[in-house]
């Protein structure tokens, strides 16, 4: 009976060993003492954005009154202000990870005086990310501005080729 009772004890305490070991956990030990730390949850895109290869996170929504766009002649111009309220180097890291899904490629990276812009480059066109502080009700303002660059070839160009 006690070689039962033993086994049984010794099967609960590796359950709850293996329980607490299954969890993963960080430690930052920067400010001298270990301590725990959550891992940071990324943000996701919204399935619809305004404009379909310019992802924007879920829960910022489109300053109407500061924004514009047009499309003529083959070329583009996008001028949106976005409001939400996560962090903004949480919403830095969403654009790193999400612009290259729609074939965008990152051409500059920066952090001035507390802002943080992004380039990023695609065929004839450029795309600029400002992230910044945003005021009283929302944490963070994102500008996106995109424009061709580069000569735009014209229908009539196009079919000489």
Request: contains cysteine; proline residues 5%; hydrophobic residues 40%.
């Amino acid at each position: 009976m006690n070689v039962e009772r033993i086994i049984a004890v010794s099967a609960v305490a590796l359950l709850l060993l293996a329980a607490g070991c299954s969890q993963s956990r960080t430690v930052d030990a920067s400010g001298g003492a270990p301590r725990e730390v959550q891992t940071i949850p990324e943000l996701v895109a919204q399935s619809r954005p305004p404009i379909p290869d310019l992802p924007v996170p879920i829960g910022f929504s489109l300053k109407e009154s500061k924004s514009r766009d047009f499309a003529a002649a083959g070329a583009r111009y996008v001028d949106h202000v976005y409001r939400g309220g996560d962090d903004r180097f949480a919403v830095a890291r969403f654009y790193k990870r999400q612009m290259p899904i729609a074939r965008w490629t990152l051409v500059t990276s920066l952090f001035v005086q507390g802002e943080v812009m992004l380039d990023f480059e695609k065929e004839t066109e450029r795309c600029r990310v400002v992230i910044t502080k945003g005021g009283l009700f929302h944490r963070t303002d994102v500008k996106v501005q995109l424009w061709t660059s580069g000569q735009i070839q014209t229908a009539s160009a196009q079919r000489k080729e």
